[in-house]
C-alpha cells in the first residue's frame, strides 16, 4: 500500500490534491506542477505526508532555507533533507554500504551521513555540522514532487519549534499559515501522527536515533511474559512511551520534548489511541522517578491498579538488556545529560550493576554545580565556568579563554555567588555537561542552541588520528568518582599554548574511553566478567562508542540498536524493570548503597 494500489488510490475517487495559499485559497493549475514551481522559486511549502505535514524549500536555495529557520522560529538544529534517487544522495554526501541499504529500505529512514564539502546544498540546511540527515521518497506524493523539482528538498516536520506536528488540513492553514507560502494537501486523513525515523551507524550497525514512521507499530518478543499489561510512560525528553502484554513490547512513536501543553496533549492522545490499536488495557504504569516530569504527574492521575517508579539510568540499562535478551546481571554504563538518582541529585556519568529487578550503583563521575539550574543547560558557559574554577581552585586564567569574551563580568560574579552559596546550583555528574563544559571553552560557544548541539560538534571536530588520552584522576568516596578536572587543566594548558582544538577534542575522547576502562577493570577486579551495556544519549557519539568498543576487546559489548539510546528508549526499560519487579516482588526497584544486590 506504500505506492499504488486500485484499493485505496483509484484515478477517479482519489486521494485528490489541492494546493491553496495561506488563507487557504485554491491556486490554479496542477498542484504537483505548481508546487515544483513554487520551490524553484525559493518560496516555501507545507506539503501533506504520511504520518503528517512537512516543511519543504529548496535544500540548495541559500535564502529559502535561512527564511524557513526564521519562520519555524529553529535557530540551528539540521533540516532533513528529500532526494528523488540513491545517485542524489551520492552527490550530495559519503556513503556507506549500510547507508545506501539504509536509505533504500522499506523503512525509508533519515540517515545521518557525512557532508561532501561540495554539496550543492545551503550551508544552513545543517550550520556548522559536518553530517547531513538524508532520506529518499517513501510516498507516491513524495515521488511526484520530487521528479517535478528534480533537486533536493529540505523536508523538516510540519510544526513550530517545540510543537507537535501538524496532521490535519485546518491545523495546517491555522498553524503552518505563518510558515508556508502555500499548503499542498489531499483529501486522505492521517489518522496517527508519526515523525520520520532516524538512524545513524555506530560501530558498524545501524542505531536508530528517533523511532518513528517505519518502525511504528513495532513490537519485540520478551521471556518471560509480562505478568499484567503495563504502560510505560518513557522520559520528558524526546518522549516515547511502549506497551508490554503477554510476551510482546509494543513500542510507541516519537513524540518529542513534553516542553508545551500542545505536546503533552499530543502524549495523552498517542498513548490512548496507541492502547486501543493493539487492543491493550493496562494495569499498571510506569514513570521516571523525576517528580517535576509531566509523565510522573499524569501517571499519577490514571486510575490504574499499580504506579511503578523507575529510576532513569537503570531504564538505559535494561533497554539494551531487553534488545539482547540479557537477563543480568551487567555492567551498565549509562552517560547522558541529567537523570534524576535515588538520592535527588542529577546522575548521568554512571556505572551499575543491574539486572532487570534492580541495580547498585558502582561508581560516578565527580559532579559540577549548575548556576541556574537548567538556564546552565542552555548557556553552557556557566558549566565552563563551574568546571574550570573548581580545576584551578578559583584562579582559572578566563581572561585568555576566548569564551569568556563572550559573557558579560557582571553575569559571571552572580554565577560564582550562585555556586559558592550553592544557591539554585544543583550538582550534576553527566557526562554530557562535561561535554559541554570542554565544548564550550575549546569551541568558543557560550549558548547551546539546541540539546546536545555543541556536544555534537565536539565529538566530529576531534582529529581522528590523535588517539593521546590526558591525565584524569579517581576520587574514593561513597562511590569513586572519575574526576576529569586534571584533564581540563592540560587541556587549558594546550589551547593556550596553540594546540589546536581538534587535538584536544580528540584527546578529550580519549580521556573517556581510558577512565571507562580504568573503571570497569577496577569493577572487574571484584565482580566476575560481565556483559558491559553502553546506554544513553552520550552514546550516540560515533567516536566515544567506536572508542570504546575497541578498547574493551574481548569484553561482550552491547548497545541499543532498535531503540534509541537517547531517553526516546527509556520507556522500554521502564517496562522490564518494572515487569521482573513485580515477578519477584522487588518493589521499590532501586537501591544505592555499595554492598550488594
Known amino acids: 500500500r506504500r505506492f499504488h ?57 541559500a535564502a529559502a532555507v535561512s527564511t524557513l529557520r526564521l519562520r519555524k522560529h529553529r535557530d540551528a538544529k539540521p533540516f532533513a533533507v528529500m532526494v528523488r534517487r540513491l545517485s542524489d544522495a551520492e552527490a550530495l554526501a559519503v556513503l556507506t554500504a549500510t547507508d545506501r541499504q539504509l536509505l533504500e529500505s522499506v523503512s525509508r529512514p533519515i540517515v545521518l551521513v557525512p557532508r561532501r564539502s561540495a554539496s550543492a546544498l545551503a550551508a544552513d540546511v545543517a550550520p556548522e555540522n559536518p553530517l547531513v540527515g538524508l532520506m529518499l521518497p517513501y510516498t507516491p506524493l513524495h515521488e511526484l514532487l520530487l521528479a517535478a523539482v528534480d533537486g533536493p528538498l529540505v523536508m523538516t516536520s510540519g510544526n513550530h519549534s517545540d510543537e507537535p506536528m501538524v496532521i490535519d488540513n485546518a491545523g495546517a492553514l491555522h498553524h503552518l499559515g505563518a510558515i508556508a507560502d502555500a499548503i499542498l494537501q489531499h483529501d486522505r486523513d492521517i489518522a496517527n501522527r508519526c515523525d520520520d525515523s532516524v538512524v545513524r551507524v555506530l560501530a558498524g550497525k545501524p542505531a536508530v536515533l528517533r523511532r518513528g514512521r517505519g518502525w511504528i507499530p513495532g513490537n519485540l518478543r520478551v521471556t518471560p511474559s509480562f505478568p499484567v499489561p503495563i504502560l510505560a510512560c518513557g522520559a520528558h525528553l524526546k518522549s516515547s512511551f511502549c506497551l508490554g502484554v503477554g510476551d510482546q513490547i509494543w513500542l510507541g512513536p516519537h513524540v518529542g520534548d513534553l516542553e508545551t501543553d500542545e505536546a503533552c496533549r499530543a502524549f495523552e492522545a498517542m498513548v490512548d489511541r496507541f492502547a486501543r490499536f493493539v487492543g491493550v488495557e493496562p494495569q499498571a504504569v510506569v514513570h521516571d522517578l523525576h517528580p517535576d516530569y509531566f509523565t510522573t504527574r499524569w501517571a499519577g492521575e490514571l486510575d490504574l491498579p499499580m504506579r511503578i517508579a523507575v529510576q532513569h539510568h537503570h531504564a538505559h540499562v535494561a533497554s539494551v538488556m531487553a534488545e539482547h535478551q540479557l537477563s543480568g546481571p551487567v555492567i551498565g554504563l549509562a552517560w547522558d545529560g541529567t537523570g534524576y538518582g535515588t538520592d535527588g541529585t542529577a546522575w548521568g556519568g554512571e556505572f551499575l550493576l543491574a539486572h532487570l529487578a534492580g541495580f547498585q550503583r558502582l561508581a560516578t563521575f565527580h559532579p559540577i554545580p549548575l548556576a541556574g539550574g537548567d538556564q546552565a543547560i542552555r548557556e553552557i558557559w556557566r558549566i565552563a565556568l563551574a568546571l574550570l574554577d573548581d580545576a584551578f581552585d578559583g584562579d582559572a586564567p578566563l581572561a585568555q579563554l576566548s569564551l569568556f569574551d563572550l559573557v558579560e563580568s557582571s553575569h559571571i560574579a552572580v554565577a560564582r555567588r550562585m555556586i559558592a552559596t550553592r544557591l539554585h546550583a544543583p550538582l550534576a555528574h553527566g557526562v554530557g555537561r562535561y561535554f559541554d563544559a570542554f565544548g564550550a571553552i575549546l569551541l568558543g560557544v557560550a549558548t547551546a542552541r539546541y540539546e546536545g548541539e555543541v556536544a555534537m560538534q565536539l565529538s566530529l571536530a576531534g582529529d581522528a588520528a590523535e588517539q593521546r588520552p590526558y591525565a584524569f584522576g579517581i576520587a574514593e568516596g561513597v562511590f569513586p568518582a572519575i574526576d576529569l578536572r586534571p584533564t581540563l587543566r592540560a587541556a587549558v594548558n594546550d589551547l593556550l599554548s596553540g594546540i589546536s582544538a581538534a587535538t584536544i577534542a580528540a584527546r578529550f575522547h580519549a580521556t573517556l574511553r581510558e577512565a571507562a576502562f580504568t573503571m570497569i577493570e577496577r569493577i572487574e577486579s571484584s565482580h566476575d566478567a560481565l556483559p558491559i551495556v553502553l546506554s544513553g544519549g552520550c552514546f550516540q557519539n560515533a567516536r566515544l562508542v567506536e572508542d570504546l568498543k575497541t578498547a574493551l576487546r574481548p569484553r561482550a559489548v552491547y548497545l541499543n540498536e532498535h531503540v534509541p539510546p537517547n531517553d526516546g528508549g527509556i520507556a522500554l526499560g521502564q517496562a522490564m524493570i518494572a515487569a521482573a519487579q513485580l515477578r519477584s516482588g522487588t518493589l521499590p526497584c532501586c537501591r544505592t548503597t555499595s554492598g550488594g544486590m
Open 5 to 61: 494500489a486500485q484499493p485505496n488510490a483509484c484515478p477517479r475517487c482519489g486521494p485528490r490534491l489541492q494546493l491553496v495559499d495561506r488563507r487557504g485559497n485554491a491556486l490554479p493549475g496542477d498542484p504537483i506542477v505548481v508546487t515544483a514551481e513554487l520551490l524553484r522559486a525559493g518560496q516555501i511549502v507545507a506539503v501533506k505526508g504520511l504520518g503528517g505535514f512537512h516543511l519543504a524549500c529548496d535544500a540548495t536555495n
